[in-house]
């Protein structure tokens, strides 16, 4: 199946710090992008879609002005947590999908704020 | 708020037991997708229904989409320790285009 990959893996920064998240599509071009966030025992959230080549499209109550988003490449999205405070520690995965791929989740990234 | 609700929330069986969680949707779903995550893992895609009253099969698991298209289950057959982790019901709803609105999830626990 397709490969979606985020970078990092985990990270852990101090409050007031940005923190840039990365995520590909290795073996295909994905036109949208969609990044997710998990709290806890909860279940994934939607933020924001994301299309190559355009602005973000944010869920209500997703701040924009915290979480940017780039899509600038139909292999590459990047989300920015901005001036990360520990309610932001969460679980954050990306999917992709082109017009022929369903959507393929990364393995997510675990951010922890201190 | 949460627009896609399963029960139950979670679940203990004992190996060998069946088990069953209940996807429902407050409004018409175009397709229903099934995914597993294992603890500390991210979610895996199991399977996609798109047809009214359809019914899929993989080995253990039955997956079957309402003929309203609002609700939808998954039925593991003799539980599997392997078969731990939280079980996602994921739907497209009529007119979101290609969001996808995640279920709260079963989370499944399996003991010997």
């Known amino acids: 199946g397709a490969v979606v990959s985020q970078h990092p893996s985990w990270v852990i920064c101090k409050s007031g710090t940005s923190v840039k998240i990365e995520c590909r599509s290795l073996d295909f071009q994905a036109t949208t992008m969609f990044w997710y966030r998990q709290f806890p025992k909860q279940s994934l959230m939607l933020m924001a879609t994301s299309n190559e080549g355009s602005k973000a499209t944010y869920e209500q109550g997703v701040e924009k002005d915290k979480f940017l988003i780039n899509h600038a490449s139909l292999t590459l999205s990047t989300l920015t947590v901005t001036s990360a405070h520990p309610e932001d520690s969460s679980f954050y995965i990306c999917?992709?999908?082109?017009?022929?791929?369903?959507?393929?989740f990364g393995p997510g990234t675990r951010l922890t704020v201190t | 708020g949460q627009q896609v609700m399963q029960i139950p929330q979670y679940q203990h069986v004992q190996e060998g037991e069946d088990f069953t969680t209940y996807c429902n949707s407050s409004?018409?779903?175009?397709?229903i997708q099934w995914y597993k995550q294992r603890p500390g893992g991210h979610p895996v895609f199991l399977i996609q229904l798109v047809k009214s009253g359809e019914v899929k099969k993989q080995k253990r698991l039955t997956f079957q989409f309402g003929e309203a298209k609002k609700n939808s289950s998954l039925h593991i057959t003799a539980t599997q320790t392997t078969d731990v982790g939280t079980y996602f019901c994921?739907?497209?709803?009529?007119?979101?285009?290609?969001?996808?609105?995640f279920g709260t999830g079963t989370q499944l626990k399996v003991e010997l």
């Open positions: 994921a739907g497209k709803l009529t007119g979101g285009g290609n969001k996808l609105t």
């Open positions: 999917s992709a999908r082109d017009t022929v791929h369903e959507q393929y």
């Open positions: 409004t018409t779903l175009s397709n």
